[in-house]
T-cell receptor, first 115, second 113 residues
Framework: ETGVTQTPRHLVMGMTNKKSLKCEQH?????MYWYKQSAKKPLELMFV???????ENNSVPSRFSPECPNSSHLFLHLHTLQPEDSALYLC??????????????FGAGSRLTVL | AQSVTQLDSQVPVFEEAPVELRCNYS??????LFWYVQYPNQGLQLLLK??????LVKGINGFEAEFNKSQTSFHLRKPSVHISDTAEYFC???????????FGAGTRLTVKP
């Protein structure tokens, strides 16, 4: 496996379900990110982790809960979601301390549909 | 905070024709600028970036972009496109010491034979 791997690629869940998205990076990077990509809208930064510590949380509702157990793995735990949360969730990683100059390497995304 | 506007949501073009994808940004401080490309069912990949120095930046796959501070623009160009260039292109801006890279809404480039 190389680059940034996301699983599952597709997920359908009801509003009362609990599920998790997983991201794994094989690049030796030390920062990881969650972005939300909705149709016809700019990517929205959700969370940033640097060396397993959360350094950014962009006013994301508490029904999204991130977890970063080590620098290679990032999870997004989902519970009691709303239909408007349906989107493509992208994981990314970068080398060095998160800053404006970082180049992000993205995974292919997890397509989430909330019924 | 910084922001990005991509002026065209869709750009259809014939193969071997030149193309320009437009991007304007807004920021009160100096910026870093990026272009990413997203092929179907894939994540975003970096095409090119401007951090400092020469305002003409060359990237992968024959793309280039020019940073114009007075017009707050960072347009992407390619002199001759291929069918394989069909994809979604995202302009992004960030500020020094800021974790929040802001992306535009994307421009869908469709190259027709």
């Amino acid at each position: 496996e190389t680059g940034v791997t996301q699983t599952p690629r597709h997920l359908v869940m009801g509003m009362t379900n609990k599920k998790s998205l997983k991201c794994e990076q094989h690049l030796g990077h030390n920062a990881m990110y969650w972005y939300k990509q909705s149709a016809k809208k700019p990517l929205e930064l959700m969370f940033v982790y640097s060396l397993e510590e959360r350094v950014e949380n962009n006013s994301v509702p508490s029904r999204f809960s991130p977890e970063c157990p080590n620098s290679s793995h990032l999870f997004l735990h989902l519970h009691t979601l709303q239909p408007e949360d349906s989107a493509l969730y992208l994981c990314a990683s970068s080398q060095g301390v998160p800053s404006g100059a970082n180049v992000l390497t993205f995974g292919a995304g997890s397509r989430l549909t909330v019924l | 905070a910084q922001s990005v506007t991509q002026l065209d949501s869709q750009v259809p073009v014939f193969e071997e024709a030149p193309v320009e994808l437009r991007c304007n940004y807004s920021s009160s401080v100096s910026v870093y600028l990026f272009w990413y490309v997203q092929y179907p069912n894939q994540g975003l990949q970096l095409l090119l970036k401007y951090l400092s120095g020469s305002t003409l930046v060359k990237g992968i796959n024959g793309f280039e972009a020019e940073f114009n501070k007075s017009q707050t623009s960072f347009h992407l160009r390619k002199p001759s496109v291929h069918i394989s260039d069909t994809a979604e292109y995202f302009c992004a801006v960030s500020e020094p010491r800021n974790n929040d890279m802001r992306f535009g809404a994307g421009t869908r480039l469709t190259v027709k034979p």
